[in-house]
């Protein structure tokens, strides 16, 4: 039985890391269902000149992630179908990651609005206790941002800033290795495998007296 991961973008910027966690997961040879929000696709645009659209979703995610989707187990949902298939606990996933996750994505997650398909999917995968992880990216943030992220933890939901660590690369550290760490990050609390980054061995500090 097919069991994907649902990948949830929302509008916040931060594109770098939803393409980063969805190449890992493609990677590892996972599968993976796809919800980008209306607002999201704007984000696209702005952050990477590309179109994000229902009818060539293929051709513009590929393009987005930069590799061949031929043989990638990707299904997509538009946002607007609230009788798409992860609006169901009935329907079979591992769980799913919100990223990057604006401040009304959060808010709207955490009081159970369900304004759209990301909303709805990520609310029914936290009620049928599947993993969720949330990437919140904005800041500063306000006392109502602070509840409903502790609402989302109460929840069950795993709640992982998008701040990346540097003892990887250290002051020479690329955009796409910080990017990367995130990701993961996002994968370690999935518990997929894999070698985005340079995992902490204590060795370091040694290394570099």
Not at 55 to 72: E, F, I
Request: aromatic residues 6%; glycine residues 10%.
């Amino acid at each position: 039985m097919r069991r994907p991961w649902v990948i949830g973008v929302s509008g916040a910027s931060g594109t770098p890391y939803p393409a980063a966690v969805l190449n890992a997961l493609l990677d590892a040879g996972e599968a993976v269902d796809l919800v980008v929000s209306r607002a999201a696709r704007l984000t696209i645009l702005d952050e990477t000149g590309r179109p994000f659209r229902d009818a060539h979703w293929k051709d513009d995610l590929g393009a987005w992630l930069g590799r061949d989707l031929v043989d990638a187990d990707v299904t997509y949902w538009p946002a607007g179908d609230l009788a798409a298939g992860p609006s169901s606990g009935s329907y079979p996933v591992k769980g799913m990651v919100v990223v990057p996750a604006s401040t009304a994505a959060c808010a709207g997650i955490a009081i159970g609005l369900s304004k759209d398909l990301l909303q709805r999917a990520a609310e029914v995968n936290l009620k049928e206790r599947r993993p969720v992880v949330v990437v919140p990216r904005e800041t500063p943030v306000t006392r109502s941002h602070l509840e409903h992220l502790i609402a989302l933890h109460d929840a069950g939901a795993v709640v992982l800033p998008a701040s990346p660590g540097f003892y990887g690369a250290g002051a020479s550290a690329t955009a796409a290795q910080l990017v990367d760490f995130v990701a993961g990050k996002i994968l370690d609390a999935l518990g997929v495998p894999h070698t985005l980054f340079r995992r902490w061995s204590g060795e370091l500090n040694a290394e570099r007296s």
